[in-house]
């Protein structure tokens, strides 16, 4: 079978918060016709980017077309289910033209690319292209940036700092391993932090990669699908920091899932969201809260002091309205206080 045939895969990475569920909601809204399904991964026990994209009522999306794979890294558990999700997708009756596959923020792209090689599924799927979404501001403010002379000052400072942040290592490899970049959210940037977080992108790129600037996800499809990169034949020009490992895992990230109850007010919970994010080691919160006397369900998010909320979808029928946030943070961090800062303590 030739590549031609195979049918393409996208594969969206990007940090914490950068906007990859924004934009494949985006390209389900703007898919003109074509039969796109996703596949979403997520670090962690609650399946919320799944049901986020699931939830938000898109012409012609039905449950079947989007397969969630909460269970931890996907390029770590090829066999068990990575392949066997592609799988089912690739043997409906009407399979997708096109997959689009959503990473974990903590997932390193080069193994998940390099899973494409697998047997079962070499001679059936392709990866057209990866695209990496990068959080613009995030990137302005320096908390991601390659700075050496930083990352020394924090070694003096802290005696148990040894290595480089493993943080940027996976920015740096979701760069290297990327077909296209999108600089998220230039609309929250002026012309001078766009020039800056430009340059630094460039500076870690060994090669010509493209990268278009956007605002909410907002890119023509066209952009973005049928790049045609074949990238599981390419992986030599995409160089990672963890090239030459036998395996690889998230040993330095953990996430709990911590309930929340009805709330009166949206904007209190996201103040309360927000110093939750502020405590030590914490990267990301996300989850979904009910809200006295409304039908619909609150979805929030936040990454540091920036935290959004809006309402996505009505409860089901018979479905439990529980709330729950999904907390990201390094290996440790402190789950006493971001407790009872979602409690309000």
Same mark, same amino acid.
């Not at 969630?68 to 931890?72: R, T, Y």
């Not at 979805?299 to 959004?308: D, E, L, N, P, S």
């Given at each position: 079978m030739s590549t031609l045939a195979k049918t393409p895969c996208t594969v969206v990475t990007g940090f914490l918060g950068a906007g990859k569920t924004t934009l494949v909601r985006h390209l389900l809204e703007n898919a003109g016709g074509r039969r796109l399904a996703v596949l979403v991964n997520e670090f962690g026990d609650l399946g919320f980017?799944?049901?986020f994209i699931e939830g938000c009522g898109i012409e012609g999306c039905t449950q079947d077309d989007i397969v969630? +794979?909460? %269970? /931890?890294c996907i390029c770590c558990t090829v066999a068990d289910d990575f392949v066997p999700a592609l799988t089912k997708l !690739?043997?409906? #009756? %009407?399979? #997708?033209?096109h997959i689009l596959i959503e990473t974990s923020g903590l997932a390193l792209p080069k193994p998940l690319v390099n899973a494409f090689n697998w047997p079962a599924i070499r001679s059936r799927v392709t990866v057209d292209g990866v695209v990496a979404v990068v959080d613009g501001p995030a990137v302005a403010a320096g908390l991601f940036a390659d700075d050496p002379e930083a990352l020394a000052a924090q070694r003096a400072a802290d005696q148990s700092v040894d290595h480089d942040n493993p943080l940027e290592e996976v920015f740096e490899d979701q !760069? +290297?391993?990327?077909?296209l970049i999108l600089l998220n959210k230039t609309d929250a940037m002026d012309e001078s932090e766009r020039a800056r977080v430009l340059a630094d992108i460039r500076e870690h790129l060994p090669r010509a990669v493209k990268v278009v600037e956007t605002a909410h996800g907002r890119v023509e499809p066209r952009v973005l699908l049928g790049l045609g990169a074949a990238a599981e034949t390419d992986l030599e020009a995409r160089p990672s920091h963890h090239d030459g490992e036998d395996d690889h895992d998230h040993d330095d990230f953990e996430s709990v899932s911590i309930p929340v109850g009805a709330v009166a007010d949206p904007g209190a919970l996201a103040i309360r969201v927000e110093r939750a994010a502020e405590a030590a080691g914490v990267l990301r919160i996300k989850g979904f809260a009910p809200v006295e006397g409304k039908p619909m369900r609150l &979805?929030?998010?936040? &990454? /540091? =002091? =920036? &935290?959004?909320h809006h309402f996505d979808r009505p409860w089901r029928a018979g479905e439990a309205r529980d709330g729950r946030m999904v907390v990201? /943070? !390094?290996? /440790?961090?402190? =789950?006493g206080a971001v407790e009872a800062a979602l409690r309000g303590g």
């Open positions: 980017d799944g049901s969630e +794979l909460p %269970n /931890g !690739l043997d409906r #009756p %009407n399979p #997708p033209e !760069l +290297l391993c990327a077909d &979805v929030v998010q936040g &990454v /540091g =002091r =920036r &935290v959004a990201i /943070g !390094l290996k /440790g961090f402190d =789950r």
